[in-house]
């Protein structure tokens, strides 16, 4: 049987006729491409070429399979173009999700290092609420899910992505904007804006509050942090949010500052356990792991 190899000296022959012209096109030596011709005629047991003033001429007997290897070559070049494609992400569509909290900032610019990765990358990206996520995975419409919550389930697996502390939202003139940090008993005795503690992501934000035993009151509820960051720049209390919620120094209106006593949030990527992860959904995860590190460092 021929290899692809083979079937490339052999093709190249044809297109020059010499072998010093074949081993020009495939940058090889000479040398190399007379050999590799004589054993390809002696492995099938025929000549393929008539040795000529120094030319090569398909002899009759060969003559009629050398159409079937242009074809055989013409399909191995679109079988390389269709990989390169694939790698630059033409023929394809990436779905994947996340939590608002991590769709605000850092999820764009993940997405930015994608598509400087994959240029010609289709995207279809969603936003869920946490509960949301089993079924959007489970039936595979979409690859992976960032969280700001680990999802217990038989058919996920949660791969970390990265961990923030528990930010304080001020308005900008706000008396406590004017410290480096804020302690929880300080924010308790403010009217504070927020996310039902019943839901997994709230009862994180409520953390401070319940460790310490203090009291934990919401006048103004909001579904996402960032309304509750908008509630606050509209001077209508304080709030705390996580770090990647607010992983940008342009936020008008605001000041956030750390509260005292750190409490973390872990931020997930969710995938279907029975699924293979694509290239696409490696680098995002890639990607968002290296915007979580950024955002940490972003303030003291």
Same mark, same amino acid.
Do not use: W
């Given at each position: 049987?021929?290899? $692809?190899?083979?079937?490339?000296?052999?093709?190249?022959?044809?297109?020059?006729?010499?072998?010093? *012209?074949?081993?020009?096109?495939?940058?090889? =030596?000479?040398?190399?491409?007379?050999?590799?011709?004589?054993?390809?005629?002696?492995?099938?047991?025929? #000549?393929?070429?008539?040795?000529?003033?120094?030319? @090569?001429?398909?002899?009759?007997?060969?003559? *009629? %399979?050398?159409?079937?290897?242009?074809?055989?070559?013409?399909?191995?070049?679109?079988?390389? @173009?269709?990989?390169?494609?694939?790698?630059?992400?033409?023929?394809?569509? @990436?779905?994947?999700?996340?939590?608002?909290?991590?769709?605000?900032?850092?999820?764009?610019?993940?997405?930015?290092?994608?598509?400087?990765?994959?240029?010609?990358?289709?995207?279809?990206?969603?936003?869920?609420? %946490?509960?949301?996520?089993?079924?959007? $995975?489970?039936?595979?419409?979409?690859?992976?899910?960032?969280?700001?919550?680990? %999802?217990?389930?038989?058919?996920?697996?949660?791969?970390?992505?990265?961990?923030?502390?528990?930010?304080?939202?001020?308005?900008?003139?706000?008396?406590?904007?004017?410290?480096?940090?804020? /302690?929880?008993?300080? !924010?308790? /005795?403010?009217?504070?804006?927020?996310?039902?503690?019943?839901?997994?992501?709230?009862?994180? !934000?409520? /953390?401070?509050?319940?460790?310490?035993?203090?009291?934990?009151?919401?006048?103004?509820?909001? #579904?996402?942090?960032?309304?509750?960051?908008?509630?606050?720049?509209? #001077?209508? *209390?304080?709030?705390?949010?996580?770090?990647? =919620?607010?992983?940008?120094?342009?936020?008008?209106?605001?000041?956030?500052?750390?509260?005292?006593?750190?409490?973390? $949030?872990?931020?997930?990527?969710?995938?279907?356990?029975?699924?293979? #992860?694509?290239?696409?959904?490696?680098?995002? %995860?890639?990607? $968002?792991?290296?915007?979580?590190?950024?955002?940490?460092?972003?303030?003291?």
């Amino acid at each position: 049987m021929l290899t $692809l190899r083979q079937i490339e000296v052999i093709r190249a022959i044809m297109m020059a006729g010499t072998v010093k *012209g074949a081993a020009d096109l495939l940058g090889v =030596s000479a040398p190399g491409v007379s050999r590799a011709m004589k054993h390809t005629e002696s492995q099938l047991g025929i #000549r393929l070429f008539s040795r000529r003033h120094g030319r @090569f001429t398909p002899t009759s007997e060969a003559r *009629g %399979i050398f159409g079937q290897i242009n074809e055989v070559f013409s399909k191995v070049e679109n079988l390389q @173009f269709s990989i390169e494609a694939l790698k630059r992400g033409e023929t394809s569509v @990436f779905s994947f999700a996340s939590v608002p909290s991590i769709a605000q900032h850092i999820m764009p610019r993940a997405v930015a290092r994608l598509r400087h990765r994959f240029p010609e990358l289709r995207m279809n990206i969603n936003i869920l609420k %946490i509960e949301e996520t089993a079924d959007y $995975l489970l039936l595979k419409k979409g690859e992976v899910v960032a969280m700001s919550y680990r %999802i217990d389930h038989p058919g996920l697996i949660s791969h970390q992505l990265g961990s923030g502390r528990l930010m304080a939202v001020l308005p900008q003139d706000h008396p406590l904007a004017l410290q480096e940090a804020v /302690s929880p008993a300080q !924010l308790a /005795s403010q009217p504070l804006i927020g996310i039902d503690p019943s839901d997994p992501y709230g009862r994180i !934000l409520s /953390s401070p509050f319940t460790d310490n035993g203090l009291p934990f009151e919401l006048p103004i509820q909001a #579904r996402f942090s960032h309304t509750v960051v908008a509630l606050v720049a509209a #001077r209508l *209390g304080i709030a705390v949010v996580d770090e990647f =919620s607010v992983a940008t120094p342009h936020l008008p209106g605001v000041a956030v500052r750390p509260i005292t006593d750190t409490t973390a $949030l872990t931020a997930y990527c969710v995938v279907n356990a029975e699924t293979p #992860r694509s290239i696409f959904a490696d680098e995002l %995860i890639s990607a $968002l792991r290296s915007e979580m590190r950024s955002a940490t460092q972003l303030r003291p």
